[in-house]
């Protein structure tokens, strides 16, 4: 069925040409810079080194990008003196070269054009382009008021367009990252300790004694200086105790896999806070100098006994006991890994307090070899008028609903885009930074009809990625490696700052964000909020405030400051406030109670897979971020696709064979665009599935990435609401397998 917006796969040429009859554009050449085999290799010594820090996941690495003297990017490492990396760049962060090379990249502006019926895009040049965003941006502002434009974002640049969003007067923001990702701990642990985890995670990895990773694929989710630190914990001989269903990467490494059954791991959380409590493993000097609730939480664990969780995980009780009495030998020293994707089952936000209360018993928050006490240094603010106050935003239409969320939520700003259902305030409108929204929310279907609803979409975006097709302008921005960015301040184990500079200028007609939202806000009137006229500008008044200087900044990259909060960890029987409301480590949460949820985490029983149907699960290969590196030439040669991976038994019943091509079919009767090969391994608990987030791409033009594997996330219809915070719980969908192509009309 048509409608006013079609879905508009971008042309070859950049995402230049009209797919549908629209001008044609050549790029001639575009080839010959990546074309490896006619290079001559060169020394460092004949190359220029330019400081960055890698966009290709949000791990943001420092690093040095090496250009010869051709003005040819040649290679990308790590800067030794960065405490995300220590000089060594994961295989992202060295294939990110592949970003600037990609020949599929988005070339020029372009506008979404109807002739003679037919929905189509066509080049325009910037001028043109920012005057029509200008142009909606103020007709939403006259007409509702700018709370009426919402901006989706995710990485460098969406914090360009928040500066511009807030001094145009709307504060509905929505970053994919906090429902679907990591908000659930953040809540979690916010609760417990009255401090978030924050990125890079405050886990003294390198000096611990015992780590247990409860679904966190280290190894496989690359955030470059944990898998590091836990290389060396290995070396060192600490225990690694993986509690996952499928044997991951770090299970092959661990001394205990418990391959637990899926959705029930608050069961085995419960259990082992028993074991510790009842078996008086517990650090006793620890929990009753710093925290309360401790007799509440004993009796509520009181009947979660090992030989109860077994029948619930499936884990043996002996293998219980034996993996919580290897944690209290080896606490403080113990690191109960609070995880980075943890929006499973929609009860996360209980999940990620059974965690923390698990690591606030052993002792290790705030002790060595446990979590650290992190510290950032404060980027000075360039001075820019006060933001104006906007009237209302994403909060005021929850009605109460998730008083725990932090950050917008991006379900609801989709849902506050359509009409039909009745909020009070109503969103007309988008630009969307970073962010595949089509590939990152479950739930497509919400997706296509807030996009639908909307009367206006503008895309930032380097590649023409889905959500690109939904746009009525899309603006090209340049890749990490042709601009500058916000100066990185990380909270580490001492404060540090890195530099992100241009190693080239931006090829084709593709700008950094900085300078497009400078453009819009200039355009909106918004020009006190841009008295610079270039970033550089702002970064030396931020970095001659800081002590240092542009220049200084592109010769060492990273620059690391001196703590002023204290040490990093405890002081034995120092005075601590935690920044809760008892000023206490809450084992009981009285934050949780003043809201209505339960103060203890309580163990639900979730729905299992019907006969015939298997639990889909997802997870991340080191080489790639999600759908943003799948068409990368440098990363697609590591890894082109994904794959299924199925236990012997259920390949034997279904009579599937390694390297078959299968179709998967979800509960609701969605079926997968594109085949995907089945994996036969023992690696995999018989009632569920895994596969590889970020493949299954339906763009053609994307022509490395196109129908490689299977979309996990199109299988994803049925979504868990996390009630403290809004996040969508992903793990409750089930999929069972297609072994003859299916007919279109079944397709979704």
Excluded at 645 to 671: T, Y
Excluded at 677 to 702: A, C, P, Q
């Amino acid at each position: 069925m048509k409608t006013r917006r079609d879905f508009i796969k971008i042309s070859a040429a950049g995402a230049g040409a009209a797919t549908l009859g629209l001008s044609s554009l050549s790029w001639n050449g575009v080839n010959k810079l990546y074309a490896s085999g006619d290079q001559e290799s060169v020394s460092d010594e004949e190359m220029t080194a330019h400081s960055t820090y890698c966009e290709v996941c949000f791990w943001k690495c420092a690093g040095w990008t090496y250009v010869d003297k051709k003005g040819s990017i040649r290679k990308i490492i790590g800067n030794q003196e960065d405490p995300h990396c220590n000089g060594r760049l994961c295989p992202r962060g060295t294939g990110g070269v592949g970003m600037y090379t990609d020949e599929d990249r988005l070339k020029t502006p372009l506008i979404r054009e109807t002739v003679n019926g037919k929905q189509g895009f066509r080049k325009a040049s910037w001028e043109e382009a920012l005057d029509l965003v200008a142009s909606k941006m103020k007709g939403v502002s006259d007409k509702y008021g700018p709370e009426a434009f919402a901006l989706f974002n995710h990485g460098s640049p969406g914090s360009h367009f928040k500066h511009l969003f807030h001094a145009y007067g709307s504060g509905n923001e929505g970053e994919p990252a906090w429902a679907q990702c990591r908000g659930p701990r953040e809540v979690g642990f916010g609760a417990t300790f009255g401090s978030w985890i924050g990125s890079p995670e405050p886990t003294d990895i390198r000096d611990t004694k015992c780590l247990v990773l409860i679904g966190a694929h280290l190894g496989e989710n690359m955030h470059n200086g944990q898998v590091q630190e836990m290389s060396t914990a290995i070396d060192r001989g600490a225990t690694i105790i993986t509690v996952d269903p499928r044997l991951s990467t770090a299970a092959s490494k661990s001394k205990y896999w418990l391959p637990i059954k899926p959705a029930t791991d608050i069961a085995l959380l419960l259990s082992w806070i028993h074991v510790l409590i009842y078996e008086e493993l517990y650090d006793k000097d620890y929990i009753e100098k710093y925290a309360v609730g401790f007799e509440q939480l004993k009796e509520h664990v009181k009947n979660n006994t090992p030989e109860w969780a077994y029948g619930i995980t499936t884990i043996n009780p002996d293998l219980i006991r034996k993996t919580a009495r290897e944690m209290a030998a080896a606490s403080p020293a113990t690191i109960v890994h609070p995880g980075r994707h943890v929006a499973w089952y929609g009860d996360d936000s209980q999940r990620e307090r059974a965690i923390a209360i698990l690591n606030a018993l052993l002792g290790s928050w705030g002790r060595r070899g446990g979590f650290y006490f992190k510290e950032a240094i404060s980027v000075p603010k360039f001075p820019h008028p006060k933001y104006p106050h906007h009237k209302w935003d994403w909060k005021d239409n929850l009605d109460g609903k998730y008083p725990l969320s932090a950050m917008g939520i991006t379900q609801e700003l989709l849902k506050a885009s359509i009409p039909e259902y009745g909020y009070k305030h109503q969103i007309k409108s988008w630009i969307v930074a970073g962010t595949n929204l089509p590939l990152t929310i479950p739930n497509k279907e919400l997706f296509q009809m807030a996009a639908e609803s909307v009367d206006f979409i503008a895309v930032v975006d380097t590649m023409p990625m889905d959500i690109t097709g939904y746009a009525d302008v899309i603006l090209p921005e340049c890749t990490y490696l042709e601009r500058y960015d916000y100066i990185r301040s990380a909270p580490h184990r001492e404060p540090s700052i890195a530099l992100r500079a241009p190693a080239v200028k931006p090829k084709y007609d593709t700008k950094p964000s900085w300078w497009i939202a400078k453009q819009l806000g200039e355009r909106l009137g918004l020009g006190e909020y841009y008295k610079y006229d270039d970033i550089e500008e702002v970064l030396e008044w931020q970095l001659k405030k800081m002590g240092t200087s542009l220049a200084e900044m592109k010769k060492i990259g990273v620059k690391k400051f001196p703590r002023k909060s204290g040490g990093l960890y405890l002081l034995p029987n120092e005075d601590y406030h935690f920044n809760t409301s008892t000023g206490k480590i809450e084992l009981y949460s009285f934050e949780f109670l003043d809201h209505g949820f339960d103060p203890m985490p309580n163990f639900t029983e979730h729905p299992q897979p019907e006969e015939g149907f298997y639990r889909l699960i997802y997870g991340r290969a080191p080489m790639h971020t999600f759908s943003r590196t799948s068409n990368n030439p440098n990363l697609a040669d590591l890894m082109d696709e994904n794959s299924v991976w199925v236990n012997p038994k259920v390949a034997d019943i279904w009579e599937l064979k390694n390297g078959q091509e299968v179709w998967l079919q979800n509960q609701d009767g969605v079926v997968s665009t594109f085949p995907i090969k089945v994996r036969v391994t023992e690696r995999i608990r018989w009632d569920s599935v895994y596969m590889v987030h970020g493949f299954g791409n339906s763009n053609k033009k994307l022509k490395r990435a196109y129908g490689r594997g299977a979309s996990d996330s199109e299988l994803i219809t049925n979504v868990m609401i996390d009630p403290q915070m809004g996040g969508t719980g992903m793990r409750g969908n089930f999929v069972t397998f297609i072994k003859e192509k299916p007919e279109e009309e079944v397709k979704s």
